[in-house]
Structures are given as structure tokens and as C-alpha cells.
């Protein structure tokens, strides 16, 4: 109980008749110690009473922009700061749609459109509007910015048809709250760029360049920075298994090292911190041909030309704010050639792997990395699964953003 002691959150409700199982939640979560706040669209008033809202909430429930009856403003930046968290539940396909492209024209788009908290959306509707493309589209779109997606379940709908469309009952939308204040998101608000995988330069239509790098490290920090809070974006080369979506985690794939480049440096300004796990090829064929290269003509030269060093590209324009991280793959000379990237690349720390250590490196399952920093500090972090030097890479990286 009390689990969310101080935790001040914003209810939204839009116009959908599983508006009915709200006042629960709310209980729910004024047991817990949530002070909370309802925000309905005026569709919504349909559905469930303001004056019952009002009694659990122990709060006057607000639809408009001023009081009609005092002609008090009701300050939508005031609302949006105030808020550590706002769950838009039952979230209409048309409230969706608005947020989606900014739209705001009422107390509770507009309140969305200000809060710099954790938005949580709950989408609820009938099955066919549930699986249209502009439905799908949307969830997609808000996922991408940030905002955390509460899937419905599946069952019998108020239509009369079955399958997905319902709102989670009112505990487990409490609990997905819960559950997120008490993981301690130190790195929520921040923006954590990612490249990870091989790339893949063509020789001809069939034939390329590339190396055997799986991406499973990079995904791990994706993860682990996650967890932790953040957004990130992930830029992925061609990886041999399928990339599960995730909230907060935007995909971007890619097969080249000059796609890798665009889209790296199309994220980086906004980006708090970037980590380029990605191998990527430092070569690539200068003019690779249009059709199949056949055996029965001459044996091919391959004229290879340098690809942009994307780490470096980054380092050459990093802010003070901003916080680079590098990889360095190394088979001789490890812990020199490694200090010296630090220092060419304008890095903040690298991590190094080498392939001489058994069960580090490519394709494997675990690590064993060592963590040099541009103070020249070393941190050596023993063999472990990559998703557990994730977590100490991105716990050194936490510390850093903090100094
Ligand atoms: N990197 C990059 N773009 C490239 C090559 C490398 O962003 N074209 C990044 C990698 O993602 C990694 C770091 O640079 O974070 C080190 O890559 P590595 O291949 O080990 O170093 P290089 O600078 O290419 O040096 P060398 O291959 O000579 O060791």
C-alpha cells in the first residue's frame, strides 16, 4: 500500500463506454497515495458522471478551459507540469488520432500536448476501428514519441464482437502505474542514440561486404538504457533475428555504412548521449555493379573506397551536454590501440573488447569488455552475458551524466 505516496497523476478520460471502469481505477489509486486529477473530454460526461469522478477523486473534475461558472482559468501548462504521469484510459480512436498529429483543442489534448511526465495510452474500440491501418498507424506514431502504449485485451466487446478492443480491468491499470514508479527511471527524459549490428556494402546485387557482428550487444544497451527510463534510438544494421518493438525504443534499420551515417547524424543533435556499437564496415566497393559479377567474364578487382568514420563524424560535432561513447574491437595491442580511438574520436569513454579473450566478441552470448575513460580511469568488467555489461556500461554512463 501507498506505493505511490506523492505521485501526482492526471486520469484522461475520452468518450468511450469503458469510461465505466475509471472511478475503480481511480480508487485504486488514491488507496495507493496518488493524488489525482481528471481531465474528461465532454463526450466523455456520457459515459460517466463528473460527480462520481469528483467523489473518488476527491477532486473537482475538469473539461474546460475556464470554470463557466466563476470564469476561472484552468491552466493546461499549470496541469501539464504539475503531473507525474497522466494514463489517457479509455483513449478513443479520435482523441488518438488528434494526439498523434498535435492537435489541441480541449482541456485534455492540450494538457497532453504541455506535460513533460510519462503519458500512458490505453486505446479502447470496436475491433474493426481497433485494427484499421490509421488505428495502427497511430499507436505506432505515439510510440515513437515517447508516450507508453497500454494494449487492450481481448474478449467480448460492447458491440457484441469478440477480440481486441477492451480496457484492462481497473487494478491492472493501476499496477502498469505501480510498476513504473517503483523502478527507479533515473534516465527518463533523456534521449540515447544507438548503432549496432554490421553493415553490408554491395559488390554487386547479390554479393556484399560485411562482417559478423550480430547487434546483440547494442540491443542490450537499448535495453538496459530502457529500463532505466530512456528513449532510444536504435540504428541497426542487418541482424540474423527478428528486432522486437518496444515502448520507448524507436527502430531505424539500415543496411549500409552511409545509410548507418545519415540516419546517426540526422539523430545525434537531440540525442543526450550516443553509443556506436555498431561494426560497421570501414570499406565499401566503389562502384558496385548494377547486374550479377558472372564467373565466365575476368576475374573481379574490387576497387574499395573509405566510408565515413561515423563515430568521429559525431566527435568532431559533439556539445559539452552531450556524452560519446565508442567500441573498439581490438586482436593486438588492445588497451593502446583503444586509448588512442578515445582520443581521435573526441570520445568520453570506449569500450574495449578483445578478440583474444575467450568468450568476448562476435556472435557470442556473453562479454568481457574494459571500460576506459577520457580521465584515463580503467574499469575492467569480468566475462558476463551482454546484457549484463549492458547494465554496468549504462551504469557508468549514468554516473556520468549526472557529474
Ligand atoms: N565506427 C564508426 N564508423 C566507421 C567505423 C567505425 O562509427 N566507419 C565506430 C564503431 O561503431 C566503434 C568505433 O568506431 O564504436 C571503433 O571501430 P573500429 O572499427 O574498432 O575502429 P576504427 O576506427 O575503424 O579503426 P581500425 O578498424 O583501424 O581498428
Not at 111 to 116: K, P
Amino acid at each position: 500500500m501507498n506505493r505511490l505516496k506523492g505521485k501526482k497523476i492526471i486520469v484522461g478520460i475520452t468518450g468511450g463506454i469503458a469510461a465505466y471502469k475509471i472511478p475503480l481505477l481511480i480508487r485504486y489509486l488514491v488507496k495507493e497515495g496518488a493524488e489525482v486529477q481528471v481531465v474528461m473530454s465532454d463526450f466523455a460526461k456520457a459515459f460517466v458522471t463528473p460527480l462520481t469522478l469528483s467523489t473518488v477523486s476527491g477532486k473537482p473534475v475538469l473539461s474546460s478551459f475556464f470554470d463557466e461558472k466563476n470564469g476561472e482559468w484552468n491552466s493546461h501548462v499549470d496541469l501539464g507540469l504539475w503531473a507525474d504521469a497522466i494514463i489517457v484510459a479509455p483513449l478513443t480512436a479520435n482523441t488518438m488520432a488528434k494526439m498523434a498529429v498535435g492537435i489541441a483543442d480541449n482541456l485534455l489534448t492540450t494538457t497532453i500536448l504541455s506535460a513533460r511526465c510519462p503519458v500512458f495510452y490505453a486505446p479502447t474500440m470496436d475491433l474493426d476501428m481497433f485494427y484499421h491501418a490509421v488505428t495502427q498507424e497511430n499507436i505506432k506514431k505515439l510510440k515513437k514519441l515517447g508516450y507508453i502504449y497500454i494494449p487492450p485485451d481481448e474478449g467480448d466487446l460492447a458491440s457484441g464482437l469478440k477480440g481486441a478492443g477492451r480496457l484492462k480491468e481497473p487494478e491492472e491499470l493501476a499496477n502498469i502505474l505501480i510498476d513504473f514508479f517503483s523502478k527507479k527511471k533515473t534516465l527518463s527524459g533523456k534521449r540515447v542514440l544507438i548503432s549496432a549490428g554490421p553493415t553490408y556494402e554491395p559488390i554487386d546485387p547479390v554479393r556484399f561486404i560485411g562482417n559478423r557482428s550480430s547487434g546483440k550487444m547494442g540491443i542490450a544497451l537499448a535495453h538496459a538504457f530502457i529500463e532505466l527510463g530512456a528513449v532510444v534510438d536504435l540504428v541497426i544494421g542487418p541482424v540474423a533475428f527478428p528486432v522486437k518493438e518496444k515502448d520507448n525504443l524507436n527502430l531505424y534499420f539500415v543496411e549500409t555504412a552511409a545509410q548507418m551515417d545519415l540516419k546517426c547524424s540526422e539523430l545525434f543533435p537531440k540525442s543526450d548521449v550516443a553509443v556506436m556499437a555498431a561494426a560497421v564496415s570501414d570499406f565499401t566497393p566503389k562502384n558496385p555493379a548494377k547486374s550479377k559479377i558472372k564467373k565466365e567474364t575476368s576475374f573481379p578487382q574490387i576497387e574499395l573506397v573509405p566510408t565515413v568514420d561515423i563515430l568521429a563524424k559525431l566527435g568532431k560535432i559533439k556539445k559539452s551536454n552531450q556524452i560519446l561513447i565508442g567500441f573498439a574491437l581490438e586482436t593486438d595491442n588492445e588497451l593502446n590501440n583503444a586509448r588512442h580511438k578515445l582520443k581521435r574520436k573526441n570520445l568520453d569513454m570506449i569500450v574495449m573488447n578483445s578478440l583474444k579473450d575467450f568468450g568476448a566478441g562476435f556472435g557470442v552470448d556473453t562479454n568481457k569488455v574494459t571500460l576506459i575513460f577520457k580521465d584515463n580511469n580503467e574499469i575492467e568488467i569480468p566475462l558476463n552475458s551482454k546484457e549484463m555489461i549492458a547494465q554496468e556500461i549504462v551504469g557508468e554512463i549514468k554516473k556520468m551524466i549526472k557529474s
